[in-house]
């Protein structure tokens, strides 16, 4: 696999001339977006000496939406705003089923929703080794709240390396591999720290405007 991707990478630096969309003055857009449906969910037994509780979890919706604008404060520094929100949805339903007396059976369903909404700053420095590759490393610093209890959300930190590629003067296409990351949680006061380079490759994209 990471053969694989390095002559790929080697065969795409030998085609076009045009330069990278970076240095001051340039701006980009990118970010993020997500959706899942998840129809049959999960399904749990719970056994007690009245009876059997099925608890199902099911037509699960996820979505998520992270914008990002960023802009060169010079030749090699970025910095980029990136607001986000995300929701997820679905059913629970409880069935009782009594082990004494049939009377005692009930069914219980619920739909719930939660939204999540963010704001993350990014400040990516760029190393390129030609016109079109090179790598940024990017650490930033991010909030998510509950947008029904403020008070429920995190605090996280973070840092991770990238490469770049520009195909086209305006089109960076970009790969990450591996991060860092501080996470605090505002209700429990606990926080985290966790640490990974391995095979689980990011890729994204952005557009490049403006400057020279």
């Known amino acids: ?62 979505f998520n939406i992270s914008p990002e604008f960023g802009f060169f404060l010079n030749d090699k520094w970025a910095i980029g705003i990136q607001p986000g929100y995300s929701r997820v949805s679905g059913t629970e339903v409880s ?11 009930y069914s219980y369903t619920h739909k719930y929703h939660t939204d999540i909404v963010g704001l993350a700053v990014n400040l990516r420095y760029y190393c390129m080794f030609t016109d079109k590759f090179g790598i940024y490393p990017q650490m930033g610093v991010s909030t998510a709240h509950n947008a029904n209890n403020f008070s429920d959300g995190h605090f996280a930190a973070f840092a991770g390396p990238n490469v770049v590629f520009f195909p086209t003067p305006k089109v960076g296409l970009n790969m990450g591999f591996g991060n ?9 006061h606990g926080s985290y720290v966790n640490a990974s380079l391995n095979n689980n490759f990011n890729f994204g994209v952005n557009y490049y405007f403006g400057g020279k």
């Open 1 to 62: 696999m990471k053969k694989l991707l390095l002559i790929t990478f080697a065969a795409l630096l030998t085609f076009g001339t045009a330069s990278a969309q970076t240095g001051k003055g340039q701006k980009y857009l990118g970010g993020s977006f997500t959706f899942s449906y998840n129809q049959d969910g999960t399904v749990q037994n719970f056994n007690y000496d009245s009876g059997t509780t099925q608890y199902f979890n099911k037509d699960i919706v996820s």
């Open 95 to 105: 069935n009782f089923y009594s082990s004494t007396n049939t009377a005692n059976n």
């Open 180 to 188: 860092i990351s501080y996470q605090y949680n505002y209700l429990s």
